[in-house]
């Protein structure tokens, strides 16, 4: 059983940055895939950012390239995304993922992940 708590998120003016973590407890899963992904009002819920666990390999959306940073601390069993140069269409309750067991399926994909966080609110105005 693996259990995600995330921290982070807030208010924040278009174009200011945010971090968000998730603390990762249970059993390990070297095989796994680590993600972020973010729900906005009336929309389906929509990869963000992903990682495998060994951190060898990164994937984001197209919107967040070169804006959004997935990474993972090791020693802390934390991931992190930080978030800059934030627009009002980032908005949303995002959600860190684990995907503990082996898998061929892309890690973009929900169905690649078996364990989620809470959510945290990541609010951005004009």
């Known amino acids: 059983q693996v259990q995600l708590v995330q921290s982070g998120g807030g208010l924040v003016h278009a174009g200011g940055s945010l971090r968000l973590s998730c603390a990762v407890s249970?059993?390990?899963?070297?095989?796994?895939?680590l993600g972020w992904f973010r729900q906005a009002p009336g929309k389906e819920r929509e990869f963000v950012a992903g990682?495998?666990?060994?951190?060898?390999?990164?994937f984001y959306q197209d919107s967040v390239k070169g804006r959004f940073t997935i990474s993972r601390d090791s020693a802390k069993s934390t991931v992190y995304l930080q978030m800059n140069s934030l627009k009002v269409e980032d908005a949303a309750v995002y959600y860190c993922?684990?995907?503990?067991?082996?898998?061929?399926?892309?890690?973009?994909?929900?169905?690649?992940?078996?364990?989620w966080g809470q959510g945290t609110q990541v609010t951005v105005s004009s």
């Open positions: 993922a684990a995907g503990t067991q082996p898998s061929k399926l892309n890690l973009t994909l929900l169905s690649r992940y078996d364990s």
């Open positions: 990682m495998s666990w060994s951190g060898g390999h990164t």
């Open positions: 249970g059993r390990t899963f070297s095989a796994g895939a």
